[in-house]
């Protein structure tokens, strides 16, 4: 069937928003994406469709029912089986000539530099509550001059944060240092969506519970995720069309509407984050 492919009529109708230069860069470029569940998979996705051509991907879980309301390789085919295989034939029968490599047990601290070598961007699909192995990715990134960009699914809404080189920091922003997991969790939640406005379309607030790491998702947050990331994705390959940086971060919520351009220099040390901060904790007790 790969005889069939040809790169060049197969990502044609991308000419017109991109040069024929700039689609050369993008398949010459490679993206690390870590995570392909809810986010990660769609970025893999829409990426391959944009005619990027190298990846290297990780995760180590696999394929469940709950994941079906949200997940693009979820389906009742590819229940059980890992995600990184699913995804990988996924990505694959877009554009049989990428070059993937695959990071079966997800991203540790044994291969993370093997799995960013080479990566002109990194984008995090992480688990929410992966805070240990995200810390340290994005630590990695910020030593090796990698741009990192994460995008929280926030209900029917998305919030995107892209750490630059010499520019905020990961750590710098949320404050983990010193903190106890409850409030890791509080700060990264903060972090992302400083105003929380995806909470007013929050109808059974009960089912979002930090302590008991479960939430509510909807698969239009996840695809709002895809297309902001890969728009800044493209952005930061092709050097074209400005970028907000942290401590900037952009939020869209589609139930309302709203846009958002939120700036919190200082990060969680600034006022306002602190109040959010202070709500969530009158919240918790």
């Not at 044609?12 to 993206?31: F, I, K, P, Q, Y």
């Not at 995090?124 to 910020?142: E, K, T, Y």
């Not at 139930?255 to 919190?264: H, S």
Request: charged share 20%; proline share 5%.
């Amino acid at each position: 069937m790969s005889g069939n492919f040809q790169y060049t009529t197969a990502f044609s109708r991308n000419l017109g928003w991109l040069t024929n230069d700039e689609l050369a860069r993008m398949r010459s470029a490679h993206v690390a994406i870590a995570g392909l569940g809810g986010v990660g998979g769609n970025h893999l996705l829409t990426l391959a469709r944009l005619g990027v051509g190298g990846f290297r991907i990780a995760d180590f879980d696999r394929f469940e029912l709950a994941n079906f309301n949200r997940q693009v390789g979820a389906t009742l085919r590819h229940l059980h089986r890992p995600k990184v295989d699913v995804l990988a034939e996924m990505a694959l029968d877009i554009n049989p000539e990428l070059a993937l490599t695959r990071f079966a047990d997800g991203v540790t601290e044994a291969n993370l530099d093997a799995f960013l070598d080479g990566a002109a961007v990194f984008i995090d699909g992480l688990d929410f509550f992966a805070l240990p192995i995200r810390r340290r990715v994005f630590a990695a990134c910020a030593a090796r001059g990698i741009p990192a960009v994460t995008a929280a699914p926030l209900g029917w809404g998305v919030s995107l944060l892209l750490f630059a080189p010499g520019g905020v920091g990961f750590e710098d922003y949320f404050r983990f240092e010193a903190q106890p997991e409850d409030e890791q969790l509080r700060r990264f939640l903060v972090g992302l969506s400083p105003e929380l406005m995806q909470m007013g379309a929050l109808v059974e607030p009960t089912r979002l519970d930090l302590e008991r790491r479960v939430g509510p998702s909807t698969p239009v947050g996840c695809e709002l995720c895809a297309a902001l990331v890969a728009t800044t994705t493209v952005k930061l390959l092709l050097g074209r069309g400005g970028v907000h940086a942290v401590p900037t971060s952009l939020h869209f919520d589609a139930f309302t509407g709203e846009r958002r351009l939120i700036e919190r220099p200082g990060g969680m040390d600034h006022p306002d984050m602190q109040a959010v901060l202070a709500r969530l904790r009158g919240g918790a007790q």
